[in-house]
């Protein structure tokens, strides 16, 4: 049998919770802030072949963008207890960060096309490949976390009285959204 717990021992959990969130988001920002120096040291070198990034990163970054307006907006619905709303909304970000994670599969097979490789010549294509792929993965464990904020959605365990941990997921999403535009602006400005 499990005890209630009190509202300090809620709040204490709530405050842990946000902090351990803040720290993963400040060490995976200082993983690739890393990899974009490492990029730039690499750069200067001898054997740098600049590349032309592909097309599809620029849809990607819309479809990124866009889901961050379909969570904002779920964070909405939640607070005013719109169910139906926050349901879908849910939903369309969780189908919109499957579509990103698609169209970053397409811009790999652009590169592949455009004989861009992860290995050689050269190691430009590999900071691409990298980059892009390691966000990726942290897009996919945003999209179980959306995976399982529907599930709470449509069994009704989300909404104004229950909404921290939509509001947690939202911040890593954010995060994400913000890095994936950071690195296509730093590819942009450094690739070619």
Do not use: C
Not at 19 to 40: D, E, Q
Not at 94 to 118: D, E, H, I, K, P
């Amino acid at each position: 049998m499990q005890l209630a717990l009190t509202p300090a021992e809620v709040q204490q959990r709530r405050n842990a919770s946000r902090m351990g969130l803040w720290l993963y988001i400040v060490s995976m920002t200082m993983m690739f802030m890393g990899l974009t120096s490492a990029f730039l040291v690499k750069k200067s070198e001898k054997g740098w072949y600049p590349i032309e990034l592909p097309s599809m990163f620029y849809v990607s970054t819309a479809v990124i963008l866009l889901s961050s307006l379909t969570l904002h907006l779920a964070l909405g619905a939640a607070r005013r207890n719109q169910i139906p709303r926050l349901q879908v909304l849910i939903g369309a970000t969780l189908a919109l960060g499957v579509v990103f994670l698609f169209t970053q599969l397409l811009a790999f097979s652009q590169l592949v096309g455009a004989n861009v490789f992860l290995v050689g010549p050269g190691v430009s294509g590999s900071f691409v490949y990298i980059l892009s792929g390691l966000h990726g993965v942290h897009i996919l464990a945003g999209l179980i976390v959306m995976s399982v904020l529907l599930i709470q959605a449509l069994r009704l365990r989300l909404g104004a009285e229950r909404q921290f941990g939509l509001h947690l997921a939202a911040t890593f999403w954010h995060a994400l959204d913000v890095l994936w535009v950071y690195l296509f602006l730093f590819l942009l400005a450094n690739a070619g």
